[in-house]
């Protein structure tokens, strides 16, 4: 399996932005998919989590109610759009798979795959 994720870039405080996610696999839909980011100094932190359905989802607290995940199960994709952007959002955002929820809720060293990350730069 191969994530390969894009949709990153400049954008002012206040704006928006869409990351994608492809999986290459055929089994994309067994996998929960999750979000995570890193920025300069600091330790990678959970953004988001979406079950394989797609009907289970989960979300940092910093993030709820501005940043949404889907996926498209026809297109091995999931999808981060974040809104209402802040500087604090800043980071190299990248996207995960694995079977288990609990394991990208809680035990992001043992998730199975993973994206080579995109950076999200938001300026004040």
């Known amino acids: 399996v191969q994530l390969q994720a894009s949709g990153g870039g400049l954008v002012q405080a206040g704006g928006s932005l869409r990351l994608s996610c492809a999986h290459s696999?055929?089994?994309?839909?067994?996998?929960?998919m999750g979000w995570f980011r890193q920025a300069p100094g600091k330790e990678r932190e959970f953004v988001a989590v979406?079950?394989?359905?797609?009907?289970?989802?989960d979300y940092a607290d910093s993030v709820k109610g501005r940043f949404t995940i889907s996926r498209d199960n026809a297109k091995n994709t999931v999808y981060l759009q974040m809104n209402s952007l802040k500087p604090e959002d800043t980071a190299v955002y990248y996207c995960?798979?694995?079977?288990?929820?609990?394991?990208?809720?809680?035990?992001?060293?043992?998730?199975?795959?993973w994206g080579q990350g995109t950076q999200v730069t938001v300026s004040s």
């Open positions: 995960a798979a694995d079977p288990a929820y609990s394991t990208i809720l809680s035990r992001s060293q043992d998730i199975d795959y």
């Open positions: 696999g055929r089994t994309f839909s067994r996998y929960f």
């Open positions: 979406i079950s394989g359905s797609g009907l289970t989802t």
